[in-house]
């Protein structure tokens, strides 16, 4: 087993965390002391992170998602924007993350006044303070919700900062009576530019979704994909004995998927740790990495989702670095920074704590 400890000193990427699902509870409670925010229910920190995680904890993603009226309801102005992204980098940084894609919806920031420019200017302000004064190299994308018609208006927004921060485009939300194909239009558009595409699919709803998100909206990337065991075939020891045609597709073209093993749990994609399919995906050679999700509502980070994997599936320190390297792989950077994370920093930082460790133990 790897400890917390071996865990966290090692150079880690991070994938699917939403900014907004992100935020410290001390922050929370400040910004909405600064708008006269009245609805919080308590201004204790600690009560304030263990409401969020009981609410999310309920095992559907319908009331997994109420947390973030209160989150998003902080987050209206420039500042509280760019506070936010410049924070999430500290954290970041404190947990061992080398590099971070966080996500956010911009449509969720602009009930107060605040125009999509002023949205985005002010959380790459902050993402780009906390990079330099961190040193933990990040790339934002931009979701669409699956509820609202504006996917095709964040798909060009996306595309207009894309050399300034914003690597992707993603579809979030609600997924049940929500399917990707709604959104076509959006996802055409995005392809047409040449742009980078991960879409939330297989977690509230079956593989269906999954098929829908790679052969119709051209998805690079699968957040979750949890359902796709529903294309596998099992024996009763649990081990796989047939893939089915899209399982297949997705092993043979490397299709990442962005696994989160504790929110998989309070949203219901999984009635268990012990039964998420994350461990036999890995196994069979999918192209898996952990990751977050919501820092907040799931109460973890990125050490800890390790940490539990390395506790209930047994993966080494090898392990931890395979997978770290399946996430880099998947970034939305361009190659030549891809191979700069893989050679300059994660190989050797998982070399120098092999050799820290072997020291230990002579």
């Known amino acids: 087993m790897t400890t917390k400890e071996i865990i966290n000193g090692v150079p880690k990427v991070q994938l699917h965390d939403h900014l907004d699902g992100g935020l410290r509870p001390e922050t929370i409670i400040e910004l909405a002391k600064d708008i006269k925010y009245k609805k919080l229910p308590t201004e204790d920190p600690g009560e304030l992170q263990e409401w969020f995680f009981r609410g999310a904890n309920k095992g559907n993603l319908v009331e997994f998602l109420e947390g973030f009226e209160h989150t998003c309801a902080v987050l209206q102005t420039k500042e509280s924007l760019e506070r936010a992204a410049y924070e999430m980098l500290e954290d970041m940084k404190n947990d061992g993350v080398c590099y971070v894609e966080t996500r956010f919806a911009p449509i969720l920031h602009l009930s107060k006044g605040l125009h999509y420019d002023d949205v985005m200017k002010a959380v790459l302000k902050g993402l780009e303070a906390g990079r330099k004064e961190f040193g933990v190299g990040y790339g934002l994308i931009l979701c669409a919700m ?172 090898d392990d931890v670095e395979k997978l770290n390297l399946n996430a880099m792989k998947s970034a939305f950077i361009p190659y030549d920074e891809r191979l700069h994370y893989i050679y300059n920093i994660i190989k050797p930082g998982y070399q120098k704590m092999r050799e820290k460790l072997t020291s230990l133990k002579v």
């Not at 595309?159 to 194909?181: I, M, Q, S």
């Not at 909206?217 to 796989?240: P, W």
């Not at 899209?246 to 929110?263: G, H, M, N």
């Open 146 to 317: 699956r509820n609202m018609n504006v996917s095709l208006e964040i798909a060009e927004l996306a595309v207009n900062y894309r050399n300034l921060g914003v690597v992707g485009f993603d579809l979030a939300g609600e997924e049940g009576g929500f399917p990707p194909k709604k959104h076509i239009d959006a996802f055409e558009y995005i392809k047409r530019e040449n742009f980078n595409i991960t879409i939330h699919a297989g977690e509230a709803f079956g593989k269906e979704s999954i098929w829908q998100a790679i052969q119709l909206c051209g998805a690079h990337r699968i957040g979750h994909a949890t359902r796709l065991v529903e294309d596998i075939v099992f024996d009763k020891n649990g081990n796989i004995v047939e893939l089915g045609e899209l399982a297949q597709f997705v092993l043979d073209k490397r299709i990442p998927l962005e696994i989160c093993l504790l929110s998989n749990v309070h949203t219901g994609a999984v009635d268990s740790l012990e039964n998420h399919p994350f461990i036999k995906l890995y196994k069979q050679k999918f192209r898996v990495f952990l990751n977050t999700d919501d820092r907040l509502m799931s109460n973890t980070d990125l050490t800890n989702e390790y940490v539990v994997a390395s506790e209930l599936f047994d993966i080494t320190l």
